[in-house]
T-cell receptor, first 116, second 111 residues
């Protein structure tokens, strides 16, 4: 039973560039959430995707966008990278049914993004 | 005020000790509560859910106090392997509710 997988594991970019991070949810899960975790901080909610639509969004600028595919996998895109975007980006999957979360969040091991 | 607040620690306690820490939340409509554990440079992993009646899992006990809007985690007979950051998570009833993490409490168990 495959867990949540993310790619790449590490990425180095320069200011102003764009980046795409990828996530495959745990088998049987249909909901994907993205988090940004800066060093020494808790994960900050970016947004959640369900049925290929953004269902909830945290306090992140429009530079952060995402997508969910029919197979439930998801991408996080960040445009015009800033130094402050350097962080661990975590993807978490869960299962939704009748508007209720049937399973808790399961996290991938994350993508460490460094912006120089 | 942050939506979910935790004492960042670090809590440095000897092996075998009992340690407890709290997490406060600001949204009285919050419905679901969890404790996650995160090891250094690893992803968070679910430790336990927190129910209104409280729940226990081996050496770990979680409690919810709705009136004062806090949850707690108690670890008895602490082991070296308990050293980690413990994240408090608060969300609403619906799966569409935002899931808010605290900043985490660092726990270090010394021999």
């Amino acid at each position: 039973d495959a867990g949540v997988t993310q790619s790449p594991t590490h990425l180095i970019k320069t200011r102003g560039q764009q980046v795409t991070l990828r996530c495959s949810p745990k088998s049987g899960h249909d909901t994907v959430s993205w988090y940004q975790q800066a060093l020494g901080q808790g994960p900050q909610f970016i947004f959640q995707y369900y049925e290929e639509e953004e269902r909830q969004r945290g306090n992140f600028p429009d530079r952060f966008s995402g997508h969910q595919f029919p197979n439930y996998s998801s991408e996080l895109n960040v445009n015009a990278l800033l130094l402050g975007d350097s962080a661990l980006y975590l993807c978490a999957s869960s299962l939704t049914a009748q508007g209720q979360a049937l399973e808790k969040l399961f996290f991938g091991s994350g993508t460490q993004l460094s912006v120089l | 005020r942050k939506e979910v607040e935790q004492d960042p620690g670090p809590f440095n306690v000897p092996e075998g000790a009992t340690v407890a820490f709290n997490c406060t939340y600001s949204n009285s409509a919050s419905q679901s509560f969890f404790w996650y554990r995160q090891d250094c440079r690893k992803e968070p992993k679910l430790l336990m859910s927190v129910y209104s009646s409280g729940n226990e899992d081996g050496r770990f006990t979680a409690q919810l106090n709705r009136a004062s809007q806090y949850i707690s985690l108690l670890i008895r007979d602490s082991k070296l392997s308990d050293s980690a950051t413990y994240l408090c998570v608060v969300t609403g009833y619906s799966s569409a509710s935002k899931i808010i993490f605290g900043s985490g409490t660092r726990l270090s168990i010394r021999p």
